[in-house]
């Protein structure tokens, strides 16, 4: 069993940056793909980065490409969201996620593991 523990989030002006983290605990998920979706209101949940288990791949959304960063550190069980430059459209409760395998996927079921989601509010 893996419980995942979202923080970091808030609100944040246009332009702005915030860095999310997610805590694993329970037992270790080195070996388990994560990713960060996102879910805006009026909308349904949306694929936002995935990295493998080693870090040795990562996957963004086109609509997150070159603005946020997703790493992993096995050695304290977590997994970060770098958001650079964001905007009012990236407004949104995002939520990490665990796979049960190493490598990453881009679809949430994916992902078997589920945060409780951490608010995201970007003012223009």
């Known amino acids: 069993q893996v419980q995942l523990v979202e923080s970091g989030g808030g609100l944040v002006q246009a332009g702005g940056s915030l860095r999310l983290s997610c805590a694993g605990s329970?037992?270790?998920?080195?070996?388990?793909?994560m990713g960060w979706f996102r879910q805006a209101p009026g909308k349904e949940r949306e694929f936002v980065a995935a990295?493998?288990?080693?870090?040795?791949?990562?996957y963004y959304a086109n609509s997150v490409k070159g603005r946020f960063t997703i790493s992993r550190d096995n050695a304290k069980n977590t997994v970060y969201l770098r958001t650079n430059n964001v905007k009012p459209e990236d407004t949104a409760v995002y939520y990490c996620?665990?796979?049960?395998?190493?490598?990453?996927?881009?679809?949430?079921?994916?992902?078997?593991?589920w945060g409780q989601g951490t608010q995201v509010t970007v003012s223009s």
């Open positions: 990295i493998s288990w080693s870090a040795s791949n990562t």
């Open positions: 329970g037992r270790t998920f080195s070996g388990h793909a």
């Open positions: 996620a665990a796979r049960t395998v190493t490598a990453l996927g881009t679809n949430e079921n994916e992902y078997y593991y």
